[in-house]
């Protein structure tokens, strides 16, 4: 049996609507800062698992440049596949029907998504307490 890895990643840090310009929430981009923590995470992420078989992520901006830094890191950026259902930050039935279904087709699965969601899916899945940062994430294997 292939182990399996999944990667919960909330999107790195973001401008507030103010700073940024934005006309709404789903435009909102990364931080300078999140954008070099993005990168540094992306390598880290690299270093561990050595590729990557899917990057799923939020269509919202913030996830989307997350997806993109990493995948670049990984030279992968056909790999990166957009979710519309990972924009809610609420529903954690709709990021866990979406890590069952892409569990079963790949062995390496990187989820980009957002608080809260993404960290009670962490807390739920490991059975401990996972509260995510932007820009960190949790390896969990099977």
Partial sequence: MNKKILVL???????????SGAKN????PLSPA?????????KNLKETLGNVDIIAASPL???MQTAEIVA???NAADKIK????LADSMDVNGY????????AKHSKVILIGHNPAISALARELCGDYVSLSA????????
């Fill in 9 to 19: 990643m909330r999107h790195s840090k973001a401008l507030d609507m103010y700073e």
């Fill in 61 to 63: 901006l913030r996830a």
């Fill in 34 to 42: 999140g954008i070099a923590k993005a990168k540094e995470q992306a």
């Fill in 135 to 142: 820009g960190d994430y949790k390896i969990m294997e099977s």
């Fill in 25 to 28: 929430d789903f435009e909102r």
């Fill in 96 to 103: 866990g029907e979406i890590i069952k279904d892409l569990s």
């Fill in 72 to 74: 670049a890191e990984f």
């Fill in 82 to 85: 957009p979710f519309p259902e």
